[in-house]
């Protein structure tokens, strides 16, 4: 049963640490995609990568945010140092780009952030 | 730019009881549209997706959605409710012009309660 994995789980951390958050999209998918959800701004789009270059991140804070894909098998998104608006659940996604079509995203569990 | 409204924060109906969740979009060509399940402490599930073709789509769990180019609308539909079905639905669309930059944007969110 293919699926996103994502961990941890669940993080709770104090301001001004780096958090790092990891992500095995589902083998084969070459696009990958990372949003935040909160209650006041819903989902929100920060980053996504085709082939494990990065194509947009303009919805990410640039000074602590960065998400990187080191291999088709791990995609990591690091705030340092976090602070508590950080606080939220991180969502990873994958899908399959191809012949100028994309599938559906495939998400996985979340990462439930705690900064306090 | 795209965007999707989901008008209602809350729908509650009764359990064997038709249900809809409704869903209006702006995209500035012909757009995909999907429709994606959150339970409680889990990620987004895929319901359902309209890309072209006959207007109704069938998905997951009984779930069906119509498309409604002269409303703009995909509103999610089934015919009759179980509990378990309980869940924050998401409505969202992409729009599929080459070079678009954007990915999926959601909705807001609608906290379906079907009641017992």
């Known amino acids: 049963d293919a699926r996103v994995t994502q961990t941890p789980r669940d993080k709770v951390t104090e301001m001004g640490q780096e958090v790092t958050m990891r992500c095995q999209p589902i083998?084969?998918?070459?696009?990958v995609f990372w949003y935040r959800q909160t209650m006041m701004q819903g989902l929100e789009l920060l980053a996504y990568f085709r082939n494990r270059a990065p194509l947009d991140d303009s919805g990410m804070p640039k000074d602590r945010f960065s998400a990187e894909m080191p291999d088709a098998t791990l995609a990591t998104l690091k705030i340092q140092p976090s602070e508590p608006r950080d606080s939220a659940v991180y969502f990873c996604?994958?899908?399959?780009?191809?012949?100028?079509?994309?599938?559906?995203?495939?998400f996985g569990q979340g990462t439930r952030l705690t900064v306090v | 730019a795209q965007s999707v409204a989901q008008p209602e924060d809350q729908v509650n109906v009764a359990e064997g009881n038709p249900l809809t969740v409704k869903c209006t979009y702006s995209?500035?060509?012909?757009?995909?549209l999907f429709w994606y399940v959150q339970y409680p402490n889990r990620g987004l599930q895929f319901l359902l997706k309209?890309?072209?073709?006959?207007?109704l789509v069938k998905g997951s769990y009984g779930f069906e959605a119509e498309f409604n180019k002269s409303q703009t609308s995909f509103h999610l539909k089934k015919p009759s409710a179980l509990v378990s079905d309980s869940a924050l639905y998401f409505c969202?669309?992409?729009?599929?012009?080459?070079?678009?930059?954007?990915?999926?944007?959601f909705g807001s969110g609608t906290q379906l309660t079907v009641l017992p």
């Open positions: 996604a994958s899908g399959l780009y191809h012949s100028g079509t994309n599938t559906e995203a495939f």
């Open positions: 995209v500035s060509g012909n757009p995909y």
């Open positions: 969202a669309v992409r729009d599929p012009v080459k070079g678009s930059a954007r990915q999926l944007t």
């Open positions: 309209y890309i072209t073709g006959d207007n």
């Open positions: 083998l084969g998918h070459n696009t």
